[in-house]
């Protein structure tokens, strides 16, 4: 059996204190948006308990699915460096970034200098635009991360692949099913948009979908929404499930929920998977850890 971790959304504080030069355009109002909001909700001690909680599980790897910064400051990445470590080895966490972590232009480079070796695939290429997705195998699991975190508009959260990127998850597919290994992608945006939330889409799910469901997965996960949630994608033979998590830093009481992250048990072959999903939260009063769903998804 191969246990997976996986968190999300950790937004990390206390957010370095910017220069009036560094409020230009969108930082502006994620600035004033943080210190009027999300200070208040992603807290520390919150995010101190869920990790200890999962390293007490004691998972095979830890997938992360980004946002780690805030407004993408140049002293938020080194911070979010030393929280990576403090999960693990590069070879044992995996990340793919989220659109906070690009959140203006001119940013993928601090990405790729603080972070590059938790986002590196097996030939120890440096990540980059044309280098996503990469491909990470560890046990029977074959680890698919992509990045659909680009710079938007403010008030926008939008993410892309890409056509390049899609093509490219398309091969690695089909490679890693003929290696007969359990294919898990990794991802920010969610693939299919809830109701009401087009500022926040992924502007090229119906062409990633199409992928899936001709190529196959046995498994996704994202975050970005900060919230628990299991749908089904068509797939060529089955339904795929898609999971999202909430932010790993939450307060109990913010509106999306508690603060937590999901276990998945994956044992079996081709045809026969098993995969278990435990999904772990902090409690109404902040004081434990506790399962509140566990759900066999093969």
């Not at 990340?95 to 690009?102: F, Y």
């Not at 990405?111 to 029977?140: C, I």
């Not at 044992?267 to 999904?279: F, K």
Request: charged share 20%; net charge positive; glycine share 8%.
């Amino acid at each position: 059996m191969f246990v997976l971790a996986h968190l999300s959304d950790p937004h990390l504080s206390p957010l370095p204190r910017p220069r009036w030069s560094d409020l230009m355009g969108k930082r502006a109002t994620g600035y004033v948006n943080w210190v009027r909001k999300r200070r208040l909700i992603h807290r520390t001690d919150v995010l101190a308990r869920v990790v200890r909680d999962l390293k007490a599980s004691m998972p095979d790897h830890i997938a992360v699915t980004g946002d780690l910064t805030n407004i993408s400051l140049a002293q938020e990445y080194a911070p979010a460096r030393a929280f990576l470590e403090s999960l693990g080895r590069a070879p044992d966490v995996t990340l793919v970034p989220g659109n906070h972590d690009v959140y203006v232009r001119g940013v993928h480079g601090h990405s790729r200098s603080h972070w590059g070796d938790y986002m590196r695939g097996e030939e120890g290429e440096e990540p980059s635009d044309a280098q996503f997705p990469f491909l990470r195998r560890r046990g029977s699991l074959a680890l698919i991360g992509l990045s659909s975190a680009v710079p938007t508009a403010p008030f926008m959260a939008t993410g892309r692949l890409g056509s390049a990127q899609i093509d490219r998850l398309a091969a690695l597919l089909e490679l890693c099913r003929g290696e007969g290994r359990f294919r898990v992608v990794l991802m920010h945006h969610p693939p299919q948009t809830s109701p009401g939330r087009r500022f926040k889409r992924l502007i090229d799910a119906p062409q990633l979908r199409a992928t899936l469901q001709r190529h196959g997965a046995e498994l996704v996960l994202h975050g970005h929404d900060h919230v628990h949630s299991v749908i089904y994608l068509d797939g060529p033979q089955r339904r795929i499930p898609a999971v999202g998590v909430p932010s790993a830093s939450q307060v109990p009481q913010a509106e999306h929920g508690p603060a937590g992250y999901n276990l998945y048990r994956i044992a079996g072959q081709p045809s026969e998977w098993r995969c278990e999903l435990v999904a772990r939260a902090i409690s109404p009063d902040g004081a434990a850890m506790t399962e509140i769903d566990r759900i066999d998804l093969y």
